[in-house]
């Protein structure tokens, strides 16, 4: 899914409405894989913490800031 911004009411605001990714698409004749995600993490689109997450496998690494963390995982969060 995708969180997207909008302008309304003389700001930004934060749209939580959920739009299905594929994990493939083919553009312009070129395959393209999803293989990670940017993630905001807050309430509002003027406050929040953005974050990366990549999955290979069931090894999943999550990038925030300066810091690298891992885990295995049988769930899918990339392709979810």
Known sequence: ??????YAAGGLVKLMTSVDIPASINFAGTGYTLE???I???????????????????????????????????TNYIHE
């Open 1 to 6: 899914t995708l969180n997207r911004f909008k």
């Open 36 to 38: 990670a995600a940017v």
């Open 40 to 74: 905001h993490a807050g309430r509002s689109a003027n406050c929040g913490h953005y974050y990366a997450v990549r999955q290979f496998n069931d090894q999943v690494k999550v990038y925030n800031d300066s810091h690298v963390s891992s885990f295995k995982s049988s």
